[in-house]
């Protein structure tokens, strides 16, 4: 599965956009999200979808979470929102 291009992340732009508006989070490049140090989110293509490996707790690993449909978007912005209250 490769890192998403130029296209994916166009049709990701709304949730790219709310992850944005999250004063914690840092986009140190394109789409790929920190908190301080710590990668917390960056977003994949594959035939069978858009994916986001997102970390939401912070000393574990990345899950990989599929993110295609406005409603799997949300769900994973309503995380990492949790996340921020926990970590901030």
């Given at each position: 599965?490769?890192?998403a ?24 490049t ?15 293509e594959?035939?069978?979808?858009l994916?986001?490996?997102?970390r ?33």
């Amino acid at each position: 599965m490769e890192h998403a291009g130029a296209d994916a992340l166009e049709e990701l732009s709304g949730l790219i956009g709310d992850l944005r508006q999250l004063g914690w989070l840092r986009e140190q490049t394109p789409a790929h999200f920190y908190w301080k140090s710590r990668a917390i989110v960056h977003f994949h293509e594959d035939p069978t979808g858009l994916y986001a490996d997102v970390r939401l707790d912070l000393q574990g690993r990345f899950e990989r979470r599929r993110v295609t449909t406005r409603a799997e978007q949300d769900e994973l912005v309503a995380d990492i929102r949790r996340l921020g209250e926990l970590s901030v």
